[in-house]
């Protein structure tokens, strides 16, 4: 069974320009998670979709930040403009709903750098 | 104080040895817990959940102490391809199911 899908896996951009990250789930995933991962640090949620609904988008700044997740499957996290300071790793997980019980799933991440 | 909280290491020990890891939370109502592991440049893995006072798999045992408010992850007999990040994992006490990870402990095993 394929795990979760991110693309790109590596992103080199200027600040200021748009960048966009693509996720697809686990097949049958009801929930999708979006996290930022700093250098030395665990994952962060910025969002979580329950099926096409943003549940919890409290710590997606959404002053630059948005996600979307129009069919309940596929996944996009955009920023614009991308700043210095955003420079992270992007994973996207995935469980088959949310719960404290229900294990979630990463995917390989997109590694951004902003110049 | 953070929510979770570990000591970021490095741990570096010889292989056979055995080594432990503590995690500090601080919501006493905290019911689970999980430990990931995260390889280098690769996503954070489920290894071992955590819901009464312990659990055992192998050679890897985690031990709740609700008292103390910590999770304990001990590696008996360390094996090279144990080296990786260690992340502590407490989900909030709330409707959010929100995902708290600590900042990981790194190991390494040497030959």
């Known amino acids: 069974e394929a795990g979760v899908v991110q693309s790109p896996r590596y992103k080199i951009i200027e600040k200021k320009q748009p960048v966009a990250f693509w996720c697809n789930p686990i097949?049958?995933?009801?929930?999708l998670y979006w996290y930022r991962q700093n250098l030395g640090q665990g994952p962060e949620l910025l969002i979580r979709y329950e099926n096409e609904e943003a549940v919890d988008d409290s710590q997606l700044p959404k002053d630059r930040f948005s996600a979307e997740r129009l069919k309940g499957v596929d996944s996009t996290l955009k920023i614009q403009p991308a700043e210095l300071g955003d420079s992270a790793v992007y994973l996207c997980?995935?469980?088959?709903?949310?719960?404290?019980?229900?294990?979630?799933?990463f995917g390989p991440g997109t590694r951004l750098t902003v110049l | 104080r953070k929510e979770v909280e570990q000591d970021p290491g490095p741990f570096n020990v010889p292989e056979g040895a055995t080594v432990a890891f503590n995690c500090t939370y601080s919501?006493?109502?905290?019911?689970?817990f999980f430990w990931y592991r995260q390889d280098c440049r690769k996503e954070p893995k489920l290894l071992m959940s955590v819901y009464s006072s312990g659990n055992e798999d192998g050679r890897f045992t985690a031990q709740l102490n609700r008292a103390s408010q910590y999770i304990s992850l001990l590696i008996r007999d360390s094996k090279l391809s144990d080296s990786a990040t260690y992340l502590c994992v407490v989900p909030r006490v709330d409707s959010s199911y929100k995902l708290i990870f600590g900042s990981g402990t790194r190991l390494l095993v040497r030959p």
């Open positions: 997980a995935s469980s088959v709903t949310s719960g404290t019980y229900n294990e979630q799933f």
């Open positions: 097949s049958g995933h009801n929930t």
């Open positions: 919501n006493s109502a905290s019911q689970s």
